[in-house]
């Protein structure tokens, strides 16, 4: 579904992501990890081209993305992105704000696009709230409205950049179930997240970056036993 061909990123002089070649098979989950600063957030911004790349390909269902024909809002509609901080607007309530995409990009008026944000809305578990202003959720629950947001125009793919790292400990849990559900409902999912009991429950592969260089591409079993990469085994004793 996702293709790294040799991927290379730089800003300015720094080299932020050096020669990435992985694939993300279609409906399969895969978590990503490394230190801070290791290019996690540029490396999954470049799939719907948040982010330029200098050299390499990447493919989306086996497509070039930078091929001029691409259109990036098509592009984009087929990807579903979850910031760490949820990015919903204060100003609109949390039906307004999962209904957004369906108005903005599909051109649908209110009306139209108010059962399938509340169909949604359902299944985040958030239907009770959706006149709420985003002030007056939790975190978990503005998290869960964002996740709901990206899905609205039924993307294939849904990435997420760290959905928990800016929640109150008790909150974790109802977004991880919410992801956990999405993985077994088939969707093709990319987290970025240091939930290490997530990622060997749910993911199909578990990736590692250090220093923009994808080190270490295994499944669960082999990235928590004795044979993983050193940097892994330091990484995990680190975040433990
Ligand atoms: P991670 O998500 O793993 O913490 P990032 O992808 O955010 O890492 O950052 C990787 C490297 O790129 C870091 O050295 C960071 O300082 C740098 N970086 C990120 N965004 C920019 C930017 N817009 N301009 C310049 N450097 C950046
Ligand atoms: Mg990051």
């Known amino acids: 579904m996702i293709e790294f061909h040799s991927v290379s990123k730089r800003y300015g002089a720094l080299q932020v992501i050096h020669d990435v070649s992985a694939t993300v098979e279609k409906g399969t989950t895969i978590v990503l990890c490394g230190p801070s600063g290791s290019g996690k957030s540029t490396l999954v911004r470049t799939v719907n081209r948040l982010e330029p790349i200098q050299s390499g390909r990447i493919t989306v269902a086996g497509r070039d993305i930078h091929e001029k024909s691409v259109d990036?809002?098509?592009?984009?509609?087929g990807i579903g992105f979850v910031f760490q901080q949820f990015n919903l607007f204060p100003h609109l309530t949390v039906v307004d704000n999962v209904m957004l995409p369906l108005r903005r990009l599909r051109g649908q008026s209110r009306r139209q696009a108010l059962p399938t944000a509340m169909l949604m809305l359902e299944r985040v578990g958030l239907a009770d709230r959706a006149q709420s202003l985003p002030a007056d959720i939790s975190g978990g629950q503005?998290?869960?409205?964002?996740?709901?947001?990206?899905?609205?125009?039924?993307?294939?793919?849904?990435?997420l950049d760290e959905p928990t790292s800016a929640l109150d400990p008790e909150m974790v849990g109802e977004?991880?179930?919410?992801?956990?559900?999405?993985?077994?409902?088939?969707?093709?999912?990319?987290?970025?997240?240091?939930?290490?009991?997530f990622a060997r429950e749910v993911a199909d592969r578990i990736w590692?970056?250090?220093?923009?260089?994808?080190?270490?591409?295994?499944?669960p079993d082999l990235f928590f036993s004795q044979e993983a990469h050193p940097d892994v085994r330091g990484f995990l004793s680190s975040i433990h």
């Not at 503005?142 to 990435?159: F, Y």
């Not at 919410?178 to 240091?194: D, F, K, N, Q």
């Not at 970056?209 to 591409?217: A, E, H, N, Q, V």
């Open 208 to 219: 590692f970056l250090k220093s923009g260089r994808l080190t270490f591409d295994a499944s």
């Open 72 to 77: 990036v809002n098509t592009l984009r509609s």
């Open 142 to 159: 503005a998290q869960r409205v964002a996740i709901a947001r990206s899905l609205i125009l039924k993307p294939e793919i849904l990435i």
């Open 175 to 197: 977004v991880l179930k919410l992801l956990r559900e999405l993985s077994a409902g088939g969707i093709t999912l990319m987290c970025v997240t240091h939930e290490m009991g």
